[in-house]
């Protein structure tokens, strides 16, 4: 049986388009991900990323979560007053600069200066459901 052009034609598009999806998906947000999971290095001292609180809170499910709320954790009353739910621009606004962004909150952390450095953590923390 002779294959036909069109069908040929059609599956050659599909199989491009694949390619060209995978290529941009694929290793570079991995990479992303991969990064920010070697930088939380610096945070995993204070926060797990399962249902235990050390020294932080556990940051499971943190983006998108009400600041302040992880239960059986001992917020800052600054922390808990500060009322809104951590998305990527908030994160990286705290991150930056923790004082700046919630001002009396008692993480004793100077904040990561790196704007890529806090892109790849930001990924990484939202992998963490
Ligand atoms: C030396 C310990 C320490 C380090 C290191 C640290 N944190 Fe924290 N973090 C805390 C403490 C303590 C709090 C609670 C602050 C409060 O209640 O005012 C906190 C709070 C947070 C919160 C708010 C959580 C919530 O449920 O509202 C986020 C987000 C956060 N930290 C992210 C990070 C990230 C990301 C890093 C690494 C880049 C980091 N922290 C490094 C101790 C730390």
Same mark, same amino acid.
């Given at each position: 049986?002779? %294959? $036909?052009?069109? #069908?040929? &034609?059609?599956? %050659? #598009?599909?199989? =491009? @388009?694949?390619?060209? *999806?995978? *290529? #941009? *998906? =694929?290793?570079?947000?991995? /990479?992303? +991900?991969?990064?920010?999971? %070697?930088?939380?290095? /610096? !945070? *995993? @001292? !204070?926060? $797990? +990323?399962?249902?235990?609180? =050390?020294?932080?809170? $556990?940051?499971?499910?943190? +983006? =998108?979560? /009400?600041?302040? %709320?992880?239960?059986?954790? &001992?917020?800052? &009353?600054?922390?808990?007053?500060?009322?809104?739910?951590?998305?990527?621009?908030?994160?990286?606004?705290?991150?930056?600069?923790? /004082?700046?962004? +919630?001002?009396?909150?008692?993480?004793?952390?100077?904040?990561?200066?790196?704007?890529?450095? &806090?892109?790849?953590?930001?990924?990484?923390?939202?992998?963490?459901?």
């Amino acid at each position: 049986m002779k %294959t $036909s052009p069109t #069908i040929f &034609r059609r599956l %050659t #598009i599909l199989a =491009g @388009a694949a390619h060209a *999806a995978a *290529a #941009i *998906a =694929g290793p570079a947000a991995a /990479q992303d +991900v991969a990064a920010g999971n %070697t930088a939380f290095a /610096q !945070c *995993a @001292a !204070c926060h $797990s +990323v399962d249902d235990t609180n =050390g020294v932080g809170p $556990s940051l499971k499910g943190v +983006v =998108g979560r /009400q600041a302040g %709320t992880f239960p059986g954790f &001992r917020f800052s &009353r600054a922390m808990k007053g500060f009322n809104k739910p951590w998305d990527e621009k908030i994160l990286d606004a705290y991150l930056t600069n923790p /004082q700046a962004a +919630v001002p009396g909150n008692i993480m004793p952390f100077s904040g990561v200066t790196d704007a890529k450095e &806090r892109a790849d953590i930001i990924a990484y923390l939202k992998t963490l459901k």
